[in-house]
């Protein structure tokens, strides 16, 4: 193929060419000097103006390469998307709770009986705007309708109630960390798992910590177990950090329905109340975004002599 040959310019600049070629003959040019000029066979031009001859223009115009037809109709995949977006593997009796592009080959091939590559699967959920995402994980457990009320009357209700008597909104949790718990991949050689050097000796550590609205945060650590006492001292320190009054919002841990809390909380005249929030609803409580960042930085971590990696904070 020459340099020259036409072949090798793309859609846009041959119709360009084509147009051009024309017009010049139209106005009185040889199509034998027109070809020689673009560097084509005359053969081309030629052909370009019967072409225009027949349709003007138009006929000149680049056309869109067909390429491969599709093996799935837009019918298809519509249906698939919804199948996707909808529900998940196990209520079409697949083994797995997650869609990979596997179980997505399996669907297509046992609903529209078209057989493809996963590589294959994954262009055509790219070409739904579909994209592998982390899920969000809910318990069985939870009330949609206690959660919703929450939401849209009980918060709304203690905010505003806050906002009135000039208290301040905390959010807490608690959370532990273990030396003998280790998270997260490094890079290694292939088939050669790297060994990392750590002490055998096992000790934890637990955190309480409270967060409000605004990202203002309360901190404490302890050791042993969560009690009535360590969470009533927790409270103590809050409040007089705090200076005015609080309204602490937790989950339904025992400790913190115990009577022993109950009665702290009433014997402060007000300066500290206690909202619960609905049971098996994590995601309602901005504290567990601490433990989050705690998860992250213990992954990032090294001990200074190059050893070890600090433990994982589990939320409680």
């Given at each position: 193929?020459?340099?020259?040959?036409?072949?090798?310019?793309?859609?846009?600049?041959?119709?360009?060419?084509?147009?051009?070629?024309?017009?010049?003959?139209?106005?009185?040019?040889?199509?034998?000097?027109?070809?020689?000029?673009?560097?084509?066979?005359?053969?081309?031009?030629?052909?370009?103006?019967?072409?225009?001859?027949?349709?003007?223009?138009?006929?000149?115009?680049?056309?869109?390469?067909?390429?491969?037809?599709?093996?799935?109709?837009?019918?298809?995949?519509?249906?698939?998307?919804a199948v996707i977006a909808g529900g998940n593997p196990a209520q079409y009796q697949l083994e797995f709770a997650l869609w990979t592009r596997?179980?997505?080959?399996?669907?297509?091939?046992?609903?529209?009986?078209?057989?493809?590559?996963?590589?294959?699967?994954?262009?055509?959920?790219?070409?739904?705007?579909?994209?592998?995402?982390?899920?969000?994980?809910?318990?069985?457990?939870?009330?949609?309708?206690?959660?919703?009320?929450?939401?849209?009357?009980?918060?709304?209700?203690?905010?505003?109630?806050?906002?009135?008597?000039?208290?301040?909104?905390?959010?807490?949790?608690?959370?532990?960390?273990?030396?003998?718990?280790?998270?997260?991949?490094?890079?290694?050689?292939?088939?050669?798992?790297?060994?990392?050097?750590?002490?055998?000796?096992?000790?934890?550590?637990?955190?309480?910590?409270?967060?409000?609205?605004?990202?203002?945060?309360?901190?404490?650590?302890?050791?042993?177990?969560?009690?009535?006492?360590?969470?009533?001292?927790?409270?103590?320190?809050?409040?007089?950090?705090?200076?005015?009054?609080?309204?602490?919002?937790?989950?339904?841990?025992?400790?913190?329905?115990?009577?022993?809390?109950?009665?702290?909380?009433?014997?402060?005249?007000?300066?500290?109340?206690?909202?619960?929030?609905?049971?098996?609803?994590?995601?309602?409580?901005?504290?567990?975004?601490?433990?989050?960042?705690?998860?992250?930085?213990?992954?990032?971590?090294?001990?200074?002599?190059?050893?070890?990696?600090?433990?994982?904070?589990?939320?409680?």
């Amino acid at each position: 193929m020459r340099d020259n040959d036409g072949r090798k310019l793309d859609h846009a600049t041959l119709e360009a060419l084509r147009i051009r070629a024309c017009q010049r003959i139209e106005s009185g040019a040889r199509a034998e000097d027109v070809a020689a000029d673009l560097g084509l066979n005359r053969s081309t031009v030629f052909g370009w103006y019967a072409a225009y001859r027949r349709g003007g223009v138009e006929a000149l115009r680049a056309k869109p390469v067909p390429g491969r037809p599709p093996k799935l109709t837009k019918a298809q995949m519509n249906i698939l998307f919804a199948v996707i977006a909808g529900g998940n593997p196990a209520q079409y009796q697949l083994e797995f709770a997650l869609w990979t592009r596997d179980l997505v080959r399996q669907v297509i091939e046992k609903r529209f009986g078209v057989t493809l590559s996963v590589g294959s699967v994954g262009r055509i959920l790219r070409s739904l705007d579909l994209s592998p995402q982390r899920p969000l994980h809910r318990a069985t457990q939870q009330d949609p309708a206690r959660v919703a009320r929450w939401k849209n009357e009980e918060y709304p209700a203690i905010r505003d109630e806050a906002a009135q008597v000039g208290a301040t909104i905390y959010f807490a949790d608690e959370a532990g960390i273990r030396s003998d718990y280790h998270s997260g991949t490094t890079w290694a050689p292939v088939g050669r798992t790297p060994v990392v050097r750590t002490t055998g000796a096992r000790h934890s550590l637990n955190m309480i910590s409270a967060v409000t609205a605004k990202g203002a945060m309360h901190f404490t650590t302890f050791t042993g177990k969560m009690t009535a006492e360590v969470f009533i001292a927790y409270c103590q320190d809050l409040l007089h950090d705090d200076g005015g009054t609080v309204f602490l919002v937790l989950d339904g841990h025992p400790v913190h329905r115990s009577r022993a809390v109950r009665e702290f909380a009433a014997s402060t005249n007000g300066r500290l109340r206690l909202f619960f929030l609905p049971p098996y609803s994590p995601e309602l409580n901005p504290d567990e975004w601490v433990w989050k960042n705690v998860n992250c930085a213990t992954r990032r971590w090294q001990l200074p002599n190059g050893g070890g990696r600090p433990p994982m904070a589990a939320s409680s």
